[in-house]
């Protein structure tokens, strides 16, 4: 049986993709390269619907409370930080989107916006990856990790929309070989 944990570690494999994307189009920006704005847009899109909407969204609104349920601490542990984190996110995704607003784009906050960003997702995911979700798989049960993937599901459907995860991942496979190839 899959638990959250690996449901959520398989999403991160595609955020760290579009992390690798995001970091190459800094450096295109931040070497006065040709830089196609639209797709800065996508992947803007992707980090916003996918990672946080979507991915952030489960975090948030399933997996924290059960885990609060369970007996982790919201306040001064792993939930505290990862919603501060996850708080900072999207601060940085709303300047780089500013950034980019009009021509020419403001490089120089795009160019820290984009850094930062990218930093913060890594050191995120990877806190994620090797501390939170195997807590939370050891505390939960597998009656409840079951319960919570049906969540994760309706999520999907209900707030991103039927089919918007595979063309997010349309999108993101075009940029990544695009950028990354």
Same mark, same amino acid.
């Given at each position: 049986?899959?638990?959250?944990?690996? /449901?959520?570690?398989?999403?991160h494999?595609?955020i %760290? &993709?579009?992390?690798d994307?995001m #970091?190459?189009?800094?450096? !295109?920006v931040?070497?006065d390269k040709?830089?196609?704005?639209e $797709?800065?847009?996508?992947?803007? $899109?992707?980090?916003r =619907?996918f990672? $946080?909407k979507?991915h952030?969204?489960k #975090?948030?609104?399933?997996?924290?409370?059960?885990?609060?349920?369970a007996?982790?601490?919201?306040?001064?542990?792993?939930i505290? %930080?990862? %919603?501060?984190?996850?708080a900072?996110?999207r601060?940085? &995704?709303r !300047?780089?989107?500013?950034?980019?607003?009009?021509?020419?784009?403001?490089?120089?906050?795009?160019?820290?916006?984009?850094?930062?960003y =990218?930093? %913060?997702? !890594?050191?995120? &995911?990877?806190?994620? $990856?090797?501390?939170l979700?195997?807590?939370?798989?050891a505390?939960?049960?597998? #009656?409840m990790?079951?319960?919570?993937? =049906?969540?994760?599901e309706?999520l999907?459907?209900? =707030?991103?929309g039927?089919?918007r995860? #595979?063309?997010?991942?349309?999108?993101? /496979?075009?940029?990544? !070989?695009?950028?990354?190839?």
């Amino acid at each position: 049986m899959e638990t959250t944990g690996q /449901d959520l570690m398989h999403e991160h494999k595609a955020i %760290l &993709i579009a992390l690798d994307v995001m #970091e190459k189009m800094h450096e !295109r920006v931040q070497n006065d390269k040709e830089m196609n704005s639209e $797709d800065i847009k996508e992947i803007l $899109d992707f980090l916003r =619907v996918f990672a $946080d909407k979507c991915h952030h969204g489960k #975090e948030e609104g399933i997996l924290f409370p059960a885990l609060q349920d369970a007996g982790i601490l919201k306040q001064e542990g792993p939930i505290e %930080l990862m %919603l501060a984190q996850h708080a900072q996110g999207r601060k940085l &995704i709303r !300047r780089m989107q500013t950034s980019i607003e009009n021509k020419p784009i403001d490089k120089h906050a795009f160019i820290f916006a984009a850094s930062s960003y =990218v930093n %913060l997702l !890594r050191n995120h &995911i990877e806190k994620e $990856d090797t501390m939170l979700f195997p807590l939370s798989d050891a505390k939960l049960s597998a #009656e409840m990790q079951k319960k919570l993937l =049906v969540k994760f599901e309706n999520l999907e459907k209900n =707030v991103i929309g039927e089919g918007r995860h #595979e063309a997010l991942h349309k999108t993101l /496979d075009k940029l990544s !070989r695009k950028y990354l190839q």
